[in-house]
């Protein structure tokens, strides 16, 4: 008797992030700083007078709480994210300036991310591949204000097992 566990493959997920001002369905509303991260899976283009492509306001979700499962890839798309209020990962459920990023699993532009590279704005991407060193409850916040994003729920891929005699 032979038992094999497999997890399917599956591609990245996106998830385009943009920064709005908080609503009353944001978490942290008239708390914090008063932009915040908004999360959507799919945008529709507006093309602006000036000719620059952003995504309309209303596709996103202030108080989305994606649940991402170990061992499969996920891309932040960011969607002209201020400078002044750089995307990043984190344990910390408030962000801002002293929160630790979290690295492990976390690439932009290809690269592992370092102390002097961990900062995505504009329209950066940040891939994100969580693994069983993951917590299960990382936030996507702000580098520099506090309580700009949300939860993001981390969960263990199902398994799919065949017995064979």
Same mark, same amino acid.
């Given at each position: 008797?032979?038992?094999?566990?497999?997890?399917? %493959? #599956?591609?990245?997920?996106? /998830?385009?992030?943009?920064?709005?001002?908080?609503? !009353?369905?944001? @978490?942290?509303?008239? *708390? =914090?700083?008063?932009?915040?991260?908004?999360?959507?899976?799919?945008?529709?283009?507006?093309?602006?007078?000036?000719?620059?492509?952003?995504?309309?306001?209303?596709?996103?979700?202030?108080?989305?709480?994606?649940?991402?499962?170990?061992?499969?890839?996920?891309?932040?798309?960011?969607?002209?994210? %201020? #400078?002044?209020?750089?995307? /990043?990962?984190?344990?910390?459920?408030?962000?801002? !300036?002293?929160? @630790?990023?979290?690295? *492990? =699993?976390?690439?932009?532009?290809?690269?592992?991310?370092?102390?002097?590279?961990?900062?995505?704005?504009?329209?950066?991407?940040?891939?994100?591949?969580?693994?069983?060193?993951?917590?299960?409850?990382?936030?996507?916040?702000?580098?520099?204000?506090?309580?700009?994003?949300?939860?993001?729920?981390?969960?263990?891929?199902?398994?799919?097992?065949?017995?064979?005699?």
């Amino acid at each position: 008797t032979t038992t094999t566990t497999t997890t399917e %493959p #599956v591609p990245p997920k996106v /998830m385009y992030v943009i920064a709005l001002p908080k609503t !009353p369905e944001s @978490p942290f509303y008239l *708390q =914090g700083y008063p932009l915040c991260f908004a999360l959507a899976s799919a945008v529709v283009p507006m093309l602006y007078q000036n000719g620059s492509e952003v995504a309309l306001n209303r596709q996103f979700v202030q108080q989305v709480q994606p649940v991402l499962t170990r061992g499969q890839t996920y891309i932040f798309q960011l969607i002209n994210v %201020p #400078v002044g209020q750089p995307f /990043m990962l984190t344990a910390d459920p408030k962000g801002g !300036p002293d929160a @630790p990023v979290w690295f *492990q =699993g976390v690439r932009k532009k290809g690269q592992v991310w370092s102390l002097q590279q961990f900062v995505a704005v504009g329209g950066e991407q940040v891939v994100f591949q969580p693994d069983d060193a993951t917590p299960d409850v990382l936030y996507y916040q702000s580098t520099t204000f506090l309580q700009g994003g949300n939860k993001i729920w981390i969960t263990s891929p199902p398994t799919t097992t065949t017995t064979t005699t």
